[in-house]
């Protein structure tokens, strides 16, 4: 529960700086770093059908407070220790990431339902964050690593759940493997950044195929037009290079 309520606090420490940066005041930068702590658990809990966490565990909502408190008199610093944040928010995204899985499968959920609910655990607090403060979600903004690691976790808390639920794991081992996936979450996003691994984007294409009728259109060849100093037009015009007509 402390490594938990620390998760917490880090989180709404994360949340409450974006808000600060945007200049907003006291009361919304409460209120982001309390969706961004624990926005993700309100949102599996609900799709459980179970009372929120969120709004119902009074220690978990005053840490989610105090971290807006916190970061609302110490953001210089806080904003300076770039290296500290991403690994404490690494740490909170593995955290959450196995706990919200864990909690979903002894609920009765299948793996995969489990898995997703893991995600969304991990994921729906710095989602809503950024939707409120209309940016760029975080999971599409940031190249590196950051949902692909939770979901490998959540994948690895199916089997750890399952193992323990069959009687192949006792309570130590399944909290022995749960820290080990934690620490594997955590590498893989610090390692993406660091070393800034990334995975490949669409696959660069020039010529276009049509199949079935005998042709392929190169791409576009962008050429100058030439500059009519009467009427004063010019630019640059598109021209496709075709095998027939098209």
């Known amino acids: 529960m402390g490594v938990e309520y620390l998760a917490i606090f880090c989180c709404g420490?994360?949340?409450?700086?974006?808000?600060?940066?945007?200049?907003?005041?006291?009361?919304?930068?409460?209120?982001?770093?309390w969706l961004t702590a624990l926005g993700g658990g309100i949102l599996r809990d609900v799709l459980l059908e179970v009372p929120p966490v969120g709004i119902t565990d009074r220690w978990s909502v005053l840490t989610a407070l105090v971290s807006g408190i916190a970061i609302a008199i110490i953001h210089p610093e806080i904003n300076k220790l770039k290296w500290s944040m991403l690994m404490?928010?690494?740490?909170?995204?593995?955290?959450?990431?196995?706990?919200?899985?864990?909690?979903?499968?002894?609920?009765?959920?299948?793996?995969?339902t489990a898995a997703f609910l893991g995600m969304a655990t991990a994921l729906g607090g710095?989602?809503?964050?950024?939707?409120?403060?209309?940016?760029?979600?975080?999971i599409i903004r940031d190249k590196h690593?950051?949902?692909?690691?939770?979901?490998?976790?959540?994948?690895?808390?199916?089997?750890?759940?399952?193992?323990?639920?069959?009687?192949?794991?006792?309570?130590?081992?399944e909290i022995a493997l749960d820290?080990?996936?934690?620490?594997?979450?955590v590498g893989m996003r610090m390692a993406s950044v660091v070393y800034n691994i990334k995975f490949p984007g669409a696959v660069e294409r020039h010529n276009v195929y049509l199949?079935?009728?005998g042709r392929y259109l190169r791409r576009p060849d962008i050429t100058p037009k030439p500059h009519d100093e009467a009427s004063g037009r010019g630019g640059r015009r598109a021209r496709w290079d075709e095998d027939d007509d098209s």
């Open 179 to 185: 820290l080990v996936i934690i620490m594997l979450i």
């Open 145 to 173: 690593w950051y949902a692909v690691p939770s979901a490998v976790g959540c994948v690895l808390t199916v089997f750890v759940c399952k193992g323990r639920m069959s009687g192949l794991l006792n309570a130590e081992q």
């Open 88 to 112: 404490l928010d690494a740490l909170a995204l593995g955290l959450f990431a196995v706990n919200g899985t864990a909690k979903a499968m002894y609920l009765g959920t299948s793996g995969m």
């Open 211 to 213: 199949p079935g009728e």
């Open 13 to 33: 420490l994360v949340g409450g700086l974006a808000a600060v940066r945007k200049q907003y005041d006291l009361f919304v930068i409460l209120v982001i770093a």
């Open 126 to 138: 710095g989602l809503t964050r950024d939707i409120l403060l209309n940016d760029v979600p975080m």
